[in-house]
């Protein structure tokens, strides 16, 4: 028979464990001790909900009882606000109620501490881990450019709402950079769309490699892309980024011995200064990169008139 147990060479996960009791964290790393995961905790629900907003974990362990906070209570919380990590819910007696009512409520599994054995425990966050990574992925797939694996449109808006968020639980900012590839029709009808699809695809490429794993590059339209900079330093930190890509996407790439450039017009916005909404931060950047399109074909009528 084919064994069912999780593989005995796991990868490092991040646990973010809820417990408001300090002995659960001394307790977790001695029953995980030979599994070697990095472990934060947090003592309080408020805070365990800026964790997860603020930082990427693995899964997370839930105690039931939290303090003036009931550990469902707070589960169906973290669900409804779109939190999608992993959820093993844990309490101090076996209850079948709570733990089918856990279930309803969104959590992947459940656990009584009278249980707690790392060989368990390693397999139900090993197997809590992969069931959520292939529920994702169909998700992913929706929320993901087809040509270019740039986020979407409606991938972008979601970003921009949990920007949001964290810039107004910590007082920061973020930024929209809007790129509109200058002469792209002329690409795809004097080199072919397989050039054009190559210009596009590279783009992507190349402000990935200019930007934070924190930002996201998403395409929102044929040749229109956004950038958005999560924890910017103001308008100065938003126009220091976008020329670093305008730079890079100027060197641009090689494709069967020739190099394109790739020229783009950017506009820029700033939240909370040039709007509040999406909406009104891409109007403001769209505004922005029609006025420098707009001055660069007054330079180049300027220049062929002389």
């Known amino acids: 028979m084919p064994r069912t147990d999780a593989p005995h060479t796991q990868p490092k996960y991040r646990i973010l464990l809820v417990d408001d009791d300090s002995d659960s964290i001394v307790i977790m790393q001695h029953v995980l001790d030979e599994v070697r995961y990095d472990i934060e905790w947090c003592a309080n629900a408020e805070t365990a909900r800026s964790t997860l907003a603020d930082e990427d ?20 919380e973290l669900r409804n606000e779109g939190c999608d990590t992993p959820i093993i819910l844990y309490t101090g007696q076996k209850d079948i109620e709570v733990e089918h009512e856990a279930a309803r409520r969104g959590a992947d599994d459940y656990l009584a501490k009278d249980d707690l054995a790392a060989p368990l425990l390693e397999r139900m966050m090993f197997f809590a881990i992969e069931r959520r990574k292939a529920h994702a992925e169909p998700i992913r797939m929706a929320l993901t450019d087809g040509l270019t694996g740039a986020a979407n449109r409606t991938a972008m808006l979601e970003f921009i709402t949990s920007a949001r968020r964290r810039a107004q639980r910590h007082g920061r900012q973020f930024a929209l950079v809007l790129l509109d590839l200058d002469g792209f029709k002329a690409i795809n009808d004097e080199r072919g769309h397989a050039i054009g699809d190559a210009v596009l695809v590279n783009l992507v490429r190349i402000a990935k490699q200019g930007t934070r794993e924190s930002d996201l590059v998403a395409r929102i339209g044929g040749d229109e892309f956004v950038i958005v900079l999560d924890d910017i330093a103001g308008k100065d930190g ?35 200064e040039d709007g509040d909404t999406s909406d009104e931060l891409l109007a403001v950047a769209d505004a922005s990169m029609y006025r420098e399109k707009r001055s660069a074909r007054h330079a180049d009528a300027g220049t062929a008139g002389t």
């Open 57 to 76: 974990f693995d899964i997370c362990l839930l105690d039931y009882r939290l303090g003036a906070v009931n550990g469902l209570e707070f589960l169906t």
């Open 238 to 272: 938003a126009l220091k980024s976008a020329e670093n890509i305008r730079h890079r996407l100027l060197q641009g790439f090689e494709l069967d011995g020739e190099r394109f450039a790739i020229h783009a017009s950017i506009g820029i916005s700033v939240w909370p």
